[in-house]
């Protein structure tokens, strides 16, 4: 069973954009510990922007984010990084760095000035490591890794931060299948047995139907969130996409072309 | 991060290498000295001619430190740039931080005597000439990193710097255009390159400049390690941006500066140590990587002025020849049989 344990992050009216732009507005959800949710959506609605904003890359616009109780913009970039950790879309600059020195890296916010790991430090990447399957490869440089094991390492750096709330950005483009299915019940293992709050970006609604906890939709208009069967009960992701282009079936909680 | 361990052995052998080639480059020059005689000079003892003993410690050994802070201190600068560029074609010369300090280093020398015009103004301190280029290569420095932040993309910020590099000697050419004689064959002369000539003080404060160098990028390591992952990734571990891209940015100002102003523009060995280290240490970690490039840079120096001494002759080639020489065809080799620039 899945243990809903405190408050994580609250959002409130949220408003997301740019100084010339408004990108999306009224946004409203809670997260609690152990909790994995998906945030999906058509391209260009503000699946990114939305996750930049509340990973402190860029100013929100108006209304609320409470992590752990207290306003996001209080924290500082160091407090910040013992609260919350990211895995971009972006590659890391340089690809020459082993997994393990990558994975390392995650352990900054707690090492002193000159980065030395301590015993706990190590303990915490080993535990990384073996979480996402990479205790063959720690020695392999980044560039040697195939997309879905870069990934992988990606997001055990984001685990070894050890931070309450994890933000990815789109962890399953340009993966297969058998990949995303992969990376995806890791999140949500590393959701349940560890107590993280996970929130990433998605283009796969299926899945995340299947394996998320909760799920924003982010639809230009209210942006539902809610239990998936929930949001299915209420036909909002029949609302997703334009109905002469794609359905959703309801029952096996897929899209199908329309004919 | 893997511990320094492993590098023990390495690190060993670039101590040995940096100890050898500092002994080669004593025990050569333009007066023929027996390599038994200049190591007896250097444990104390008065060799047969005593001119031996006064060329050994007031000429060689001296320039044989400053080839030490020269080549260390370039080539973390080029680390430094790498790093913060998060480019594998960085380094002083390439970006026009070099040009910066000519410019800074010609305004000095020859605008001085355009603006001072005919009064006998012709104090031009070491420190002047020092804080000039500093402050050239820094104001370069500065310009490159506001374009790097608007543009991504590598090849644009790469032909940005050549372009400055242009700007720079064109300018430089206006001066010498209208300086006198006398300053422009100073001017020639220190762009040339020179890690001779300096005098004990010059040499202190040379070091003194490497020190605030290596000093500044060492309290860097952490957050030089966290730019590897990009600038994102960088502020998510809790890395101030501002504040520690300036300390990196002050650091490789003052190193490039503070050397181009004494030894002269110096090619290619900021941009090729760096990847030289990496053949040898394979890793990314800048606790193990600013030490190395550093042993790498002196030994590559020392060995650099070894040759430009043309051992037994009087002549002496300009060390800026020299490096290029030396550190183009090494960039060359790397490219072709990595078919691509690692960082």
């Known amino acids: 069973m899945v243990k809903i344990g405190k408050n994580i992050v609250s959002v409130t009216d949220l408003a997301i954009g740019y100084e010339s732009k408004t990108v999306a507005e009224r946004i409203n959800f809670e997260l609690e ?24 890359f860029q100013p929100k616009l108006d209304g ?9 913009e209080k924290y500082t970039s160091s407090t910040l990084s013992k609260e919350l950790s990211v895995v971009l879309t972006e590659q890391p600059a340089s690809k020459n760095l082993t997994a393990q020195e990558l994975i390392a890296l995650g352990r900054q916010p707690y090492t002193n000035w000159l980065g030395t790991l301590t015993k706990e430090d190590k303990q915490q990447i080993q535990a ?37 709330l994890i933000l990815l950005d789109e962890p399953t483009t340009h993966l297969d299948l058998y990949h995303k299915v992969q990376i995806l019940k890791m999140l949500q293992e590393l959701a349940h047995n560890k107590q993280k709050t996970i929130l990433f970006t998605t283009h796969e609604i299926e899945l995340a139907i299947q394996l998320c906890d909760r799920i924003l939709i982010l639809d230009g208009k209210n942006h539902p969130f809610g239990d998936p069967c929930q949001l299915i009960e209420k036909k909002h992701f029949d609302r997703l996409f334009p109905s002469e282009m794609v359905q959703f079936d309801a029952k096996t909680g897929s899209f199908k072309v329309t004919k | 991060m893997q511990g320094t361990k492993t590098y023990r052995i390495s690190f060993l052998f670039l101590i040995l290498a940096l100890l050898c080639s500092w002994l080669l480059n004593i025990s050569s020059g333009s007066v023929s000295i027996p390599f038994t005689d200049t190591v007896s000079t250097l444990l104390g003892k008065t060799p047969e001619i005593t001119s031996w003993e006064y060329i050994i410690r007031e000429y060689r050994m001296p320039k044989a430190f400053t080839s030490i802070l020269v080549g260390a201190g370039l080539s973390l600068s080029g ?9 594998p074609l960085a380094g002083p010369f390439v970006l026009g931080i070099s040009s910066g300090a000519s410019l800074g280093a010609a305004l000095l020398l020859m605008g001085t005597s355009l603006l001072a015009g005919y009064t006998s103004f012709t104090f031009l301190g070491d420190v002047s000439l020092a804080i000039a280029a500093s402050i050239g ?36 050419s206006v001066l010498a255009y209208f300086s006198s004689a006398e300053s ?22 040379l070091g003194g400049i490497v020190f605030l160098g290596v000093l500044l990028s060492i309290i860097s390591i952490k957050s030089l390690n966290a730019f590897l992952l990009g600038e994102n990734y960088a502020q998510s571990l809790g890395v101030s941006l501002k504040k520690s891209r ?20 110096i090619a290619f060995v900021g941009l ?42 009087a002549s002496v080639l300009p060390i800026n020849a020299i490096t290029s020489l030396v550190g183009a065809p090494v960039v060359i080799w790397l490219l072709v049989r990595k078919r691509k620039m690692m960082f």
């Open chain 1, 64 to 72: 609320n984010i409470k992590l752990k109780g207290q306003n996001l």
């Open chain 1, 128 to 164: 990384s490591l073996d979480a996402f399957l990479l205790d063959k490869l720690r020695n392999n440089k980044c560039h040697e890794l195939s997309d879905g094991q870069l990934q992988r390492v990606l997001v055990a750096r984001a685990m070894a931060q050890d931070t309450s």
């Open chain 2, 184 to 205: 422009l064959q100073r001017f020639i002369f220190w762009s040339f390159g020179s890690v001779g000539n300096l005098s004990m003080n010059q040499l202190i404060l």
């Open chain 2, 137 to 172: 290569s820094f104001l370069v420095l500065l310009i490159v990193m506001i374009v790097a932040q608007r543009i991504k993309d590598t090849m644009a910020l790469l032909i940005i710097g050549l372009m400055f590099g242009s700007i720079t000697s064109a300018i430089v």
């Open chain 2, 79 to 87: 680390l430094l740039m790498q790093t913060l560029f998060r480019n």
């Open chain 2, 246 to 265: 300036l300390t990196i940015i002050i650091a490789t100002g003052v190193l490039a500066g503070g050397i181009t102003a004494f030894a002269g523009p």
């Open chain 1, 33 to 56: 510990t152990g909790m994995l949710c998906g945030v999906v959506g058509i391209n260009g609605i503000g699946k990114s922007t939305l996750l930049r904003t509340l990973g402190g």
């Open chain 2, 272 to 313: 090729a140590v760096p990847h030289l280290t990496r053949q040898i240490f394979n890793t990314m970690e800048h606790k193990v990587l600013i030490p190395a490039v550093m042993l790498y840079g002196a030994i590559l120096m020392l060995l650099c002025d070894t040759l430009a001494q043309l051992p037994n002759s």
